[in-house]
């Protein structure tokens, strides 16, 4: 697509001339439509003394596809400069799940999340302190539940992405029969 400078008509791609002024779009254009420089008296393929005026023309695409990258590029400085922000929702948003299965808020999810990994790291610190192999035996056991906590998290994630994608390998296979 262009724009007409002269007339601010938009014609479409591969046109030669503007629809409606019929300059020739970014140069002088003869009979047979050749480009030739808008400083040009004859075609300079041709020789044809018949050329149209020309008129400087805007590419949109270009213009489309620059304003594109541009709003792209102000998303990711928007992402960089309000990285906390950004994040802080991120966390209250994956609290906000547990809160609704839980029926509580999520700063009490979030409360409860604190007091658990400060409970952790006092135990995990008390633990080397604990004589003989007994302190890394409680270590390997919270390793071990940490596993495990891990481990359901990540199947309750996968059970609720298969729920919500499910529908539409089901539509896929409805659209490939006929
Ligand atoms: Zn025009
Ligand atoms: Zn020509």
Not at 104 to 123: D, E, G, K, Q
Request: charged letters at 15%; a positive charge; proline letters at 8%.
């Amino acid at each position: 697509m262009y724009l007409c400078l002269r007339c601010f008509y938009v014609s479409p791609r591969e046109s030669a001339l503007c629809g409606r002024c019929g300059r020739g779009l970014g140069g002088r254009r003869c009979p047979k439509l050749h480009k030739s420089p808008p400083s040009a008296l004859v075609c300079t393929r041709c020789g044809s003394p018949d050329l149209t005026q020309a008129a400087p023309c805007l590419p949109l695409t270009w213009l489309a596809q620059s304003l594109a990258a541009g709003l792209v590029m102000l998303g990711l400085r928007f992402l960089i400069g309000h990285f906390p922000l950004v994040f802080c929702a991120t966390c209250r948003a994956s609290a906000a799940i547990p809160a609704w299965l839980f029926q509580t808020t999520p700063m009490v999810v979030w409360n409860t999340c604190l007091r658990l990994v400060t409970w952790l790291a006092l135990l995990w610190t008390f633990s080397h302190f604990l004589p003989g192999e007994s302190g890394q035996k409680l270590r390997s056991a919270m390793g071990w539940a940490l596993k495990g906590l891990w481990r359901l998290g990540s199947r309750v994630t996968s059970w609720l992405w298969r729920t919500l994608i499910a529908p539409r390998p089901v539509k896929k296979e409805q659209g490939q029969k006929p």
